[in-house]
């Protein structure tokens, strides 16, 4: 099956866990917003009424329209070989993800604390406070969590010896702390070095490695969640 | 099976999306930390290593332990017919509960702007401009949202005829609101009468307000997500 992905054409955003997903499965699909028309086809989907969904990304596949990040990661992983088919371990894959989903949306946070509707520069302040408990607090206890996690999983990844979509999203979660913050990120990597291990392996799986050298990962930029301002970055 | 739910004893919260669930379900359930020796043994549990949660909500059901209330949901929703059993339907149901899980975080951000970390003392100017923007765009554009689906959907609920875990979740914000901005909600109830008519539906159902009666219903208070001050409410 050829699944259509639907997510902003110009940032990597939540979009990306699932293009990662996608990528390093090797599945046909096609990044609709990308392609010409594709923002009028995003809308109309928005727009039909019934089971729409709330927001970008969202997943068609065939019939079946399936929205936010983690719930299509769930409907992937099994059919993919990117989660345990069994109950138990499904459970914990997406247990894992939206613990991840959270941390994302802290980071987000950081340079939007007043919410989502305002400019960052209409928030610089509150942003550098939120910040400083970002990386005093938050940044410690989630990475912490998950050092811990892949100590203890007995092999290189978060669950154990097989890469699943958690490793994937936790490949970006490094990648954009590098990018939004790369002087706080060098002093913080060597609290983290089972993490930052686990991010080199998924970066040098073949599908991954294509695709980070190809033209459709977008880089980073200052419209998605992961945001590089050097006043936050001390 | 008998559950024992682990959460913050004297909150409503996260968890109470679990509680109304079990109740509705009429489920076999320990509200574990509110027992003798329950804040130690959910330490033990978050302390223990391997699978254990990162924060609560969990559930323990036999020998699975299930963090992440939207996690427990799903696996709850199919056993107790407080979800779809096929597919479609279930990631339907997940996908919804998954944006009142985004909701759900933007109001604990209405008075908590600058971070979990810090008092609401410290942050209350961030938290009125905060607060402003969550009443001027993200209340009206996420229960809009829900009260066109409802509205789609053919019956009383959110997804059509049949009561899910995502039906209970909807009588909860419109609950937590009415208790965290009385001013605000009144007004605001008129654009939604759909949803309101669904929080009473869902108020009425036997389970349900055997459980709102009994003291096992935890009252909203200032240490939970729906807090009120009066300066918020304006």
């Known amino acids: 099956m050829r699944y259509q992905l639907y997510y902003w054409p110009t940032i990597q955003g939540r979009g990306e866990y699932v293009r990662l997903a996608l990528e390093d499965a090797?599945?046909?699909?096609d990044d609709v917003v990308r392609g010409?028309?594709?923002?009028?086809?995003?809308?109309?989907?928005?727009?039909a009424g019934g089971r729409a969904p709330f927001a970008p990304p969202f997943l068609k596949a065939g019939r079946l329209v399936i929205g936010q990040t983690a719930n299509i990661l769930l409907y992937l992983g099994s059919r993919h070989g990117l989660a345990p088919k069994a109950e138990a371990g499904r459970l914990w894959v997406h247990q894992l993800q939206l613990t991840i989903a959270d941390f994302v949306l802290e980071v987000h946070d950081t340079h939007h604390p007043l919410g989502p509707s305002?400019?960052?520069?209409?928030?610089?302040?509150?942003a550098k406070k939120r910040t400083e408990d970002f990386w005093?607090?938050?940044?410690?206890k989630y990475l912490g969590y998950i050092e811990r996690l892949v100590s203890?999983?007995?092999?290189?990844?978060?669950t154990?010896?097989?890469?699943?979509?958690?490793?994937?999203?936790l490949f970006q979660i490094v990648a954009g702390l590098r990018y939004a913050f790369p002087k706080r990120m060098k002093k913080f990597e060597r609290e983290i070095p089972k993490l930052v291990n686990l991010h080199d392996r998924v970066a040098a799986r073949p599908n991954i490695k294509a695709y980070l050298e190809s033209d459709r990962?977008?880089?980073?930029?200052?419209?998605?969640?992961?945001?590089?301002y050097k006043e936050l970055d001390l």
């Open 36 to 47: 010409p028309g594709g923002m009028a086809a995003m809308s109309r989907m928005m727009e």
């Open 118 to 126: 305002l400019y960052y520069e209409d928030q610089r302040g509150p």
């Open 160 to 169: 154990g010896r097989r890469a699943t979509y958690v490793d994937l999203s």
């Open 152 to 158: 203890d999983s007995g092999g290189t990844f978060a």
């Open 26 to 29: 090797g599945a046909d699909y």
């Open 217 to 228: 990962r977008i880089p980073f930029n200052e419209e998605g969640i992961f945001r590089r």
């Open 136 to 140: 005093d607090e938050r940044v410690p």
